[in-house]
């Protein structure tokens, strides 16, 4: 079944520690993006990716960093995790082509919890 | 600054109607999404209006105002599954999505 799939679903981690969220799409999907969800609060951009090779900052950017060394691939790590990245985070992917509405789709989330 | 507004919660009732208002200010406009989130699931694509007017799927309709900023989602004959948040967001000139916080639809019986 084509999709978009994150690991680990959930995860209580200590602060300093360095963790990776993995994110993968089958989609063929040129642009992926991470977000994270707070109660409240819009989803907020992190990072993104328009195409394999490159990334971009979002909106709330620090202590966090992605890359992209094929299309399929879309890792977040945060380098040394602080309570304040307690969250879900949503991996997502787009077309983003002309004949395309640009429509994303997420993966499942993954819940982190810095203690 | 750009920004998305909607109500943070609506109640309405199993078979009813209820309509769900957007407002947005974007520097430049490209299109605007409503996607629904059940809780502690991810986001689902409902609709994508960038031209006026109404646009209907089913059971959901998407109307948009370019002129005022505006948008709403219509869910008719509601049912229970509706029970959601609904999160609307927009384009703006550089195909940068802004979303809202979304609004929490609870269905009564």
């Known amino acids: 079944i084509a999709g978009i799939t994150q690991a680990p679903t959930s995860q209580i981690l200590a602060a300093g520690r360095r963790m990776t969220l993995r994110c993968t799409q089958d989609?063929?999907?040129?642009?992926m993006y991470w977000y994270r969800q707070d109660l409240g609060l819009g989803l907020r951009l992190i990072h993104y990716?328009?195409?394999?090779?490159?990334?971009g900052k979002g909106e709330v950017p620090d202590g966090y960093s992605v890359s992209r060394a094929n299309t399929d691939d879309f890792p977040l790590t945060l380098a040394s995790a602080v309570p304040s990245q307690t969250s879900v985070y949503f991996c997502a992917s787009s077309a983003r082509d002309s004949q395309d509405t640009g429509e994303l789709f997420f993966g499942e989330g993954s819940r982190l919890t810095v203690l | 600054g750009q920004n998305i507004d909607q109500p943070t919660e609506m109640t309405a009732t199993e078979g009813a109607i209820v309509q769900i208002n957007c407002t947005y200010q974007?520097?430049?406009?490209?299109?605007l999404f409503w996607y629904q989130q059940h809780a502690g699931e991810a986001p689902t694509f409902l609709s994508y209006?960038?031209l006026d007017g109404l646009e209907e799927k089913g059971r959901f309709s998407s109307f948009l105002s370019r002129s005022k900023g505006y948008s709403y989602l219509l869910l008719k004959e509601l049912q229970m599954k509706d029970s959601a948040s609904y999160l609307c967001?927009?384009?703006?000139?550089?195909?940068?999505?802004?979303w809202g916080a979304g609004t929490k639809l609870i269905i009564k019986p």
């Open positions: 990716s328009n195409t394999a090779g490159t990334t």
């Open positions: 967001a927009a384009y703006d000139s550089n195909y940068q999505l802004i």
């Open positions: 989609m063929r999907h040129n642009a």
């Open positions: 974007t520097s430049g406009f490209n299109g």
């Open positions: 209006n960038v």
